[in-house]
């Protein structure tokens, strides 16, 4: 099963139905960057709540090594004996950054994992515009540092070579796109509007909580030059986005913060 | 002299995200006592709307007022200046090379609304 922005909600949905929630990913053969950090920031928050959740790892060694190399553990499971057994088998390639980044609430973090994204897609000679790819990360990274109101969000990315693809994606279980605008006195309709409407209205130019509001517009923009395409999901509604049309709907789990995925198609 | 042409790598290291505007909004200050001064943007590889949005927003009265232009022969970097004219309210000086006639970068005609359908997942 590949666990992917289709299906992750589902998993979640799953795993608090129990007393105790459990997390089964006994049955994944392939992670999507969204899921990674969808079900990173769904531990994280179980983790805010005062709940722990156990995690049925995945029985196909490549998935499961895949989480180890992106060193899934350390950063989202809380357990000892799983981290130090799973580090065993960490090892590196060089399509992706081999580590899911924090993001921490400072002012060069988004230039830097921009740069750390550059290095990669240089690496491994792909064929797109480079400088505007490494520029929607650092914008995206830059809008979840100032505005998430949380201290970490998770980055994580992955190059795939052989289907010519770019992807990113980047989450916090901070306080989602509805909340943050709507503290703006001009946005406080917002606050009685499905997710969906904040969402959407979030990439409009100048719109934001504070000042600024570009960042999100500058990533919609690469996303039409680019031919890509986004998901983005917050609380319980999602939209998906590509250079032609936005459409929306409903995630299965309400998880808070902002989770979002970005991808290009690239050459080899 | 009447104007001072400065490239916009004197002001920052890199032209992306709102921090690096704001720091070479600070760095812009030392030369406002000239009557004009033009940036230069042409040396740099990418320049970030969120960017020049923040450089711009420090200085909205001496924009508008053609005190502060830019130099610029990048199309979507005009596009991206004409964008923040729109959403500040502002005019914004620019032209092509030091000796090209200035033009104010007018407001992009923005695209019909994007359709919106509702879906739902597997």
Redesign the interface.
Known sequence: MNLT???V?HTCAGAVEHKAPIVDLSNVTFFRPFAIVYLGMFLRYQSYCGKDCSVILPNNVIARNYLTRQNFWDRFNLKGEVVEREKLNRVTTRTSLNDIVDIENS??I??EV?MMVKKVLILNHVNTSI??VS?AV??LV?NFA?HSKETLAAFHMQYYPNKEEFTLAIADCGIGIRRSLSSNPEYSDLANEPHHIAA?KAFE??VTCS?????L??VR?SIISLNGRLFLSTGDE?I??DA?????????YDLTGVQVEVSFPVGG | MNKYVIDINELTKMCVTRHRGKEAAEELSKYLDKPTVEIDLRGTELVSLSFLDELICHYLVFVNDGKIKFINNDKSTENKLSRIAAVRSIKVYCHRSQHAPFHAVVAEEYAAPTPMFLVSKT
């Open positions: 922005f289709e299906n909600d002012s060069t988004g230039e921009g400088s505007e520029n650092s914008e830059d100032r959407i130019p100048g000042t600024g509001g570009m960042g517009t500058e923009d999602f998906k986005m032609d049309q936005i459409a929306y709907g409903q995630m299965a």
